[in-house]
């Protein structure tokens, strides 16, 4: 499948802030996307999806906004917590109802800083 | 209700050896996932399994294979193992089709030496 990436590996952030991580994907054909967080020594955890037909979706203290003209994805993180550090990940969900899988980004690490 | 179970946690074996893991997913999904995790290549997708049957396979050699029992739990298997296996493997489970809903694992963390 075609790859599913993220702008930067590292990104730090004071506690309070906003944080926004970024996503880039290829495969125009994707209906669906997912963020997750992953901390140490877990699985990834879900956050928030959004269809392909949605531009924006929220959730508590998180919003994913979709660019499909130019295949963007991006997570915002509202007031940052120190327990929101972690990796995210985005992860698309091809055509053909997901039966290849889902795809991953390499994934950033959200550093907050006290 | 109980999450996604795997088990061993961790792993150490010999290159050369084989391996089992097990997965067991959440009550009432039949859609398991299993997924490699390394530092240098990220997560990537290996199989699915859903009413025992394997829907679709990842780019993986022949040596990674995996079954799905009636309860829906799932097992993979790595035969032949090689230093490079050594990763963070994770299963997910969802209620149906695959990459909706899913819950991840923990995860079982192998090392070949």
């Known amino acids: 499948g075609e790859s599913v990436g993220l702008h930067l590996p590292t990104l730090s952030v004071q506690e309070g802030d906003n944080s926004i991580i970024n996503c880039a994907y290829s495969n125009s054909a994707s209906d669906y996307f997912i963020w997750y967080k992953q901390e140490s020594g877990k699985g990834p955890q879900f956050i928030i999806d959004i269809r392909s037909n949605m531009d924006k979706r929220q959730g508590q203290r998180v919003t994913v906004l979709l660019n499909k003209t130019v295949k963007h994805l991006s997570l915002q993180i509202a007031a940052t917590q120190p327990g929101d550090s972690a990796v995210y990940f985005c992860a698309e969900n091809g055509a053909g109802g997901g039966a290849d899988g889902l795809t991953f980004g390499k994934g950033t690490h959200l550093i907050i800083q006290p | 209700k109980a999450g996604v179970t795997q088990t061993p946690r961790y792993l150490i074996k010999t290159r050369g050896q084989q391996v089992t893991l097990s997965c067991s997913p959440i009550s009432g999904h039949r859609s398991v996932s299993w997924y490699q995790q390394t530092p240098g290549q990220g997560l990537q997708f290996l199989f699915e399994?859903?009413?025992?049957?394997?829907?679709n396979k990842g780019n993986f050699p022949g040596r990674f294979s995996g079954r799905q029992f009636s309860n829906s739990r799932s097992e993979m298997n790595v035969s032949t193992l090689e230093l490079g296996d050594s990763a963070l493997y994770l299963c997910?489970?969802?209620?149906?089709?695959?990459?909706?809903?899913?819950?991840f694992g923990s995860g079982t963390r192998l090392t070949v030496v």
């Open positions: 997910a489970s969802s209620p149906g089709t695959a990459g909706y809903g899913y819950t």
């Open positions: 399994y859903f009413s025992e049957t394997q829907r």
